[in-house]
């Protein structure tokens, strides 16, 4: 597609369920992002694709969190058991190539996220 | 891992007004974009610019890789310039925000 594509844009839930936020990166894009932007913060890496290699899960700050990119394609980050404090805007980037001194990230709308 | 500072962290310009905005950061890096987050939350990418100077439009950035600092120019500001300036160097896998700069130009 044209941009870095989020769904949803929003989503409320109750504390203890499962969620799952989609990112559709620009088509070509090898390399691709997700960070977490609590309120008044600045952006939290959360977790790196690059191709068929195997993802960089530092940055998920506990197991509660995980993510999968299918086919090089589209990613899905899922919280089992959501907790208040995972209320934030989930941001997704893109780029087409991963630590390229060429490329530069372009980033999603994001999904605001508020667990009640 | 890396650590970004911006400095000032709150700006307040009259319509028309200069400013520079400055990031440090602690190691050496291999990418450094700058990034304007709109009032309704969107990330623009401003400037890709590991090293030397940019300019686009009233914007423009220099980043000293050796002395670890970039600098964002704003001229003649706009009041749709407000919003919140990242800078983001890159040092591995991904790029390290730093806290932010929030913008508010005034008419």
């Known amino acids: ?116 | 891992g890396i650590q970004v500072e911006q400095s000032p962290p709150d700006l307040i310009l009259q319509e028309g007004a200069n400013s520079t905005l400055r990031c440090n950061f602690s190691d050496s890096v291999n990418n450094l974009q700058w990034f304007h987050q709109n009032p309704w939350g969107q990330l623009i990418n401003l400037f890709y610019i590991p090293s030397g100077t940019k300019q686009n439009g009233r914007l423009s950035a220099t980043t000293v890789a050796t002395e670890r600092y970039s600098l964002l120019y704003i001229s003649s500001s706009q009041t749709t310039d407000s919003g919140v300036y990242f800078c983001a160097p890159n040092a591995g896998n991904m790029l390290t925000f730093g806290g932010g700069t929030r913008l508010m130009v005034k008419p």
């Open chain 1, 1 to 116: 597609g044209a941009g870095v594509s989020q769904s949803p844009s929003n989503k409320v839930t109750e504390k203890g369920k499962d969620v799952e936020l989609r990112c559709d990166p620009i088509s070509g894009h090898t390399a691709l992002y997700w960070y977490r932007q609590s309120l008044g913060q600045g952006l939290e890496f959360l977790i790196y694709f690059q191709g068929n290699s195997a993802p960089d899960k530092s940055g998920l700050p506990s197991d509660r969190f995980s993510a999968e990119r299918t086919g090089g394609s589209v990613s899905t980050l899922t919280i089992q058991r959501t907790q208040q404090e995972d209320s934030a805007v989930y941001l997704c980037a893109s780029s087409l190539n991963g630590g390229s001194l060429n490329y530069g990230y372009t980033f999603g709308s994001g999904t605001r996220l508020t667990v009640v």
